[in-house]
């Protein structure tokens, strides 16, 4: 107990009980030691040991050409290349014609609704121009029977 703390206590005239007063205990949570545990050496980047063999291993091993990844579906095969899935198994028509034709579709579709708005605008603008033609044409013949 500190010094301090047993003159408070002996000036109020209580009894010192070391067990109540002792404030010496040291908790762990904010002790002073911090010592981590020291953490287990990385395992290597790759476990396979492809990377190390030469070329002509490496061709024995994988096959003469890598090629792009493929995958089969049902009755359908599908084939990685530029970043997408491209059918194999099209028909007729291969899948980069396929993409292109949708491409080109999506922007027949953007024409096509730009060009339907048009239309809206022109024959807004026609029934327009009507009713105004006939408040004309009934002010002239308000006009010609007086």
Same mark, same amino acid.
């Given at each position: 107990m500190s010094v301090a703390l047993r003159n408070i206590v002996e000036t109020i005239g209580g009894e010192t009980k070391p067990a109540l007063l002792d404030?010496?205990?040291k908790m762990p949570l904010f002790g002073n030691t911090f010592s981590p545990k020291k953490t287990p050496p990385r395992k290597s980047a790759s476990l396979s040991n492809l990377h190390t063999l030469d070329r002509s291993t490496r061709e024995i091993e994988l096959g003469l050409e890598y090629g792009y990844p493929m995958m089969n579906l049902g009755s359908q095969s599908f084939k990685f290349e530029d970043g997408q899935w491209i059918s194999e198994s099209g028909g007729n028509v291969s899948g980069k014609e396929v993409q292109r034709l949708k491409k080109r579709n999506l922007q027949l579709e953007e024409e096509n609704n730009l @060009?339907?708005?048009?239309?809206?605008?022109? @024959?807004?603008?026609l029934s327009e121009a009507t009713a105004e033609t006939h408040l004309i044409q009934k002010e002239l013949d308000v006009r010609r029977k007086k």
């Open positions: 404030f010496s205990f @060009l339907r708005l048009k239309i809206e605008v022109l @024959l807004d603008m």
